[in-house]
C-alpha cells in the first residue's frame, strides 16, 4: 500500500484537479501532491439566469444562503474564489484534471466548469474522468463510492477534453442559463447518440432528467415530486425511508436527501396541501417525520386534479422562471420527451 501510495503521490507538481464533493475530494488528497479544488453548487436548484460573473455570484449567493442557512458574504466569496483559481491555472501554466460523475449535478458542475477554463490558455491541458460504471460496483452512483485504490486506478484512464467538448460544455452552459428553455431542448434532441465522437456522453441524459423536474402534462408535477406522492400512496413514510424510496428508480441519483426534503416542503406548504409532514417541521431537515399523503394529493396523482393550477408556480430551472398563479409557462409531456408552452 504504501509503495502505491507513493508512486501516485508523485505523480505532478503543477496540476490542479476539480472535483465534486467533499468526500471524493478527501480520497484524491490522501494520495495525490497536487491542489484538489472542490465545486459544489447546486446549479439544477434555484435562479441560474445569463448574468455576468459579479451578478451571478450575487444572485446564487442569496439563493444559497436562503435556501442553506449559510452566510451570503461566505458563499459569494467562495463562488468568485473558485473562478479566480481556475483561471489562474491557465495563467500558471498549470493542467487541469476535472473528475465527475454522470448525474445531472455534476454534469451542469462539469459544462460550467469547462466555460471557465474555455476562456483561459490553459484548455489544451484539460483533461477528464467522468466514469459511468465502476467494475465490482454494482450501482455505480458516484466517484464518493470508490476507495483509494480504485480512484486512482482512474487516474491513468484521464482524457484530453477535445474542442468540440468545450464548444458543446460553452453551448449548453449558455443554454441552461437562458429565459427561453428551447435552445437547451434542441441540444437533447439534436444529441441523439450520446457516445458520438466529441461529445460528453452524459450530458444528454443529464438534461433531460433536469426537463423532467419541470412541471408535467399530465399533473403539473415534476417528477421528484410525483416519485414523493408514489411512495407514500400506500402508507406514510419517515423522511429518510421516503428518500430511499424515491432515488431507486433514479438510473443516476442527482439530490442528497436536503434536495428532496425541499421538494416534499413545497408539496406540504402548498395553498392546497398535497402532503402532511408529522410532527410539523420548523427546518429543512425532516428526519425524524413521517411524511403522508393528502386527499388532493391523491387527485393530482391520479391526473384528476392538476397541481399547478390547484397551487401554481414559483420554481427556476437554471434561466427558465417557472411562475404563474395558475399555470406554468412551459410544461414536460413525457410521452413526447418534449416541451409544451
Given at each position: 500500500m504504501?509503495?502505491?501510495?507513493r508512486?501516485?503521490y508523485h505523480v505532478s507538481v ?8 467533499d ?17 459544489c ?14 451578478a451571478w455570484?450575487?444572485?446564487?449567493a442569496?439563493?444559497?444562503s436562503d435556501?442553506?442557512?449559510a ?6 466569496a ?7 483559481t481556475v483561471?489562474?491555472a491557465g ?8 473528475w465527475?460523475?454522470?448525474d445531472l449535478?455534476?454534469q451542469?458542475?462539469?459544462?460550467r466548469?469547462?466555460d471557465v ?8 491541458r484539460?483533461?477528464l474522468i467522468c466514469?459511468?460504471?465502476?467494475p465490482?460496483?454494482?450501482r ?5 463510492q470508490?476507495n483509494v485504490?480504485?480512484?486512482a ?5 484521464r ?5 468540440a467538448?468545450f464548444?458543446?460544455?460553452h453551448r ?5 442559463r ?26 444528454r ?6 426537463f ?7 399533473n403539473?408535477?415534476s417528477?421528484?415530486a ?25 438510473a ?7 434536495g ?11 395553498r392546497v ?5 408529522t410532527p410539523?417541521?420548523?427546518g429543512?431537515d425532516l428526519r ?6 393528502t386527499?388532493a394529493?391523491?387527485?393530482v396523482l ?5 397541481a ?8 427556476w430551472?437554471?434561466g427558465?422562471h ?6 406554468s409557462?412551459?410544461?414536460?409531456d413525457?410521452g ?6
Open positions: 504504501s509503495a502505491f501510495r508512486t501516485i503543477t496540476t490542479l484537479h476539480i472535483t465534486n464533493g468526500c471524493a475530494a478527501g480520497t484524491l488528497r490522501s494520495f495525490l501532491s497536487d491542489r484538489v479544488l472542490v465545486t453548487d447546486v446549479l439544477h436548484d434555484g435562479p441560474a439566469p445569463l448574468l455576468e460573473p459579479d455570484y450575487d444572485i446564487r442569496r439563493f444559497l435556501g442553506f442557512g452566510r451570503y458574504d461566505e458563499i459569494r467562495s463562488l468568485a474564489a473558485f473562478d479566480r483561471r489562474a495563467v500558471d501554466g498549470h493542467s487541469i484534471v476535472l465527475f460523475e454522470h449535478f455534476d451542469l458542475l462539469l459544462i466548469t469547462l477554463i474555455g476562456g483561459s490558455d490553459s484548455q489544451r484539460v483533461s466514469p459511468g460504471e465502476f465490482g460496483v454494482q455505480f452512483i458516484g466517484l464518493g470508490l485504490e480504485q480512484l486506478s482512474l487516474y491513468p484512464t482524457q484530453p477534453v477535445s474542442d467538448q464548444g458543446i460544455a449548453a452552459w449558455n443554454a441552461f437562458a429565459s427561453d428553455p428551447t435552445e437547451l431542448l434542441s441540444l437533447v434532441h439534436a444529441s441523439t447518440t450520446p457516445a458520438e465522437p466529441g461529445a460528453l456522453p452524459f450530458l441524459d443529464a438534461i433531460q432528467r433536469l423532467e423536474e419541470y412541471p408535467s402534462t399530465h403539473g408535477l417528477r421528484s410525483e416519485a414523493v406522492l408514489r411512495a407514500v400512496a400506500a402508507q406514510p413514510l419517515d423522511a429518510m425511508s421516503l428518500f430511499q424510496a424515491t432515488q431507486v428508480d433514479e443516476r441519483p442527482f439530490m442528497g436527501d436536503a428532496l426534503f425541499d421538494v416534499v416542503h413545497g408539496l406540504a406548504n402548498a396541501p398535497l402532503a402532511t409532514i410539523a417541521a420548523t429543512l425524524g417525520h413521517a411524511v403522508a399523503i386527499d394529493g391523491r387527485e391520479s391526473g384528476r386534479a392538476d399547478v393550477a390547484l397551487n401554481g408556480i414559483d420554481e430551472r437554471g427558465v417557472l411562475a404563474g398563479v395558475d399555470r409557462p412551459w410544461r414536460w413525457r413526447r420527451e418534449t416541451l409544451v408552452s
